[in-house]
């Protein structure tokens, strides 16, 4: 069992950049794909990028390509989110989970709020 931990939301101006980090509290993302998801205020949860620990395979949704990019840390057990080229409606609450089978663990989620 893991338990990720989201960090690294904020308030960003359009065209602006942040990473986010999913990190654990309890466990290690060996074996685990590692996904980040976002919800935006009256909407459902939609997938963003995914990454393949022991291969570092990526994934992305396609309004996402080219300017967010997914990437693991072994030695800090930490997979980040590089968000560049940020638009409005990249606000969402961002979410990591660790999967496993059929196992799935969430974090709590980070705000994003891009501004116009």
């Known amino acids: 069992q893991v338990r990720p931990v989201e960090s690294g939301g904020g308030l960003v101006q359009a065209g602006g950049s942040l990473r986010l980090s999913c990190g654990v509290s309890e466990g290690t993302f060996s074996g685990y794909y590692i996904n980040w998801f976002r919800q935006a205020p009256g909407k459902e949860r939609e997938f963003v990028a995914w990454?393949?620990?022991?291969?570092?395979?990526?994934h992305y949704v396609d309004s996402v390509k080219g300017r967010f990019t997914i990437s693991g840390d072994n030695a800090r057990n930490t997979v980040y989110l590089q968000m560049n080229s940020l638009k409005p409606e990249d606000t969402a609450v961002y979410f990591c989970?660790?999967?496993?089978?059929?196992?799935?663990?969430w974090g709590q989620g980070t705000q994003v709020t891009v501004s116009s």
């Open positions: 990454f393949e620990w022991s291969s570092g395979t990526t």
């Open positions: 989970n660790a999967q496993r089978g059929g196992a799935v663990f």
